[in-house]
T-cell receptor, first 114, second 114 residues
Framework: EPEVTQTPSHQVTQMGQEVILRCVPI?????FYWYRQILGQKVEFLVS????????KSEIFDDQFSVERPDGSNFTLKIRSTKLEDSAMYFC????????????FGSGTRLTVV | DQQVKQNSPSLSVQEGRISILNCDYT??????FLWYKKYPAEGPTFLIS?????DKNEDGRFTVFLNKSAKHLSLHIVPSQPGDSAVYFC?????????????FGKGTHLIIQP
């Protein structure tokens, strides 16, 4: 069964450092997403990406965050200057269509900011 | 601002019996609802969904019921099996409103007892 692959599984970074989380979506999917889950809290939508541009973003997705699909297969989330409160599980997801379709999620990257 | 609420953090059910997980929402613009299952250290896995034009959708052991007037949906699992032990998330989207991002509830931890 096709999978969404995320690397690394765990990333530790110092506060103020830039971090890039990587995802390989399912190859025939057209919509790509990032979500995060702070420990003990709910899964929160960050951003959706379609046709090489951001389709929708939440209030959480401020200027510190950016996304890119650099080579047609990878989908990355960059956090420019990490803060302690950015520590969370970050999930990438992809779908054939928008919104109403069941996404396929990756296994997540645990980001720990120290 | 909890637009999707799962008021039971945990639920314990005997193997073979029915598990009923509940979810309430406040945003009347939501027109598509999804249930996800999550094991530790994995991403959410899509289970079943329902459009707001329907009141029931069934897939094997899983049935989702939607009561639009009450803004309430429920997931029924019959019969419950040990492998069903996981955290279940209710999610909603306003796809007709052009949204991509899912709004998740906080999840219910289902424990199936032998």
């Amino acid at each position: 069964e096709p999978e969404v692959t995320q690397t690394p599984s765990h990333q530790v970074t110092q506060m103020g450092q830039e971090v890039i989380l990587r995802c390989v979506p399912i190859s025939n999917h057209l919509y790509f997403y990032w979500y995060r889950q702070i420990l003990g809290q709910k899964v929160e939508f960050l951003v959706s990406f379609y046709n090489n541009e951001i389709s929708e973003k939440s209030e959480i997705f401020d200027d510190q965050f950016s996304v890119e699909r650099p080579d047609g297969s990878n989908f990355t989330l960059k956090i420019r200057s990490t803060k302690l409160e950015d520590s969370a599980m970050y999930f990438c997801a992809s779908s054939v269509g928008r919104g109403a379709y069941g996404y396929t999620f990756g296994s997540g990257t645990r980001l720990t900011v120290v | 601002d909890q637009q999707v609420k799962q008021n039971s953090p945990s639920l314990s059910v005997q193997e073979g019996r029915i598990s009923i997980l509940n979810c309430d929402y406040t945003n009347s613009m939501f027109d598509y609802f999804l249930w996800y299952k999550k094991y530790p250290a994995e991403g959410p896995t899509f289970l079943i969904s329902i459009s707001s034009i329907k009141d029931k959708n069934e897939d094997g052991r899983f049935t989702v019921f939607l009561n639009k007037s009450a803004k309430h949906l429920s997931l029924h699992i019959v019969p419950s099996q040990p492998g069903d032990s996981a955290v279940y998330f209710c999610a909603a989207v306003s796809s007709g409103g052009g949204a991509d991002g899912l709004t998740f509830g906080k999840g219910t931890h289902l424990i199936i007892q032998p």
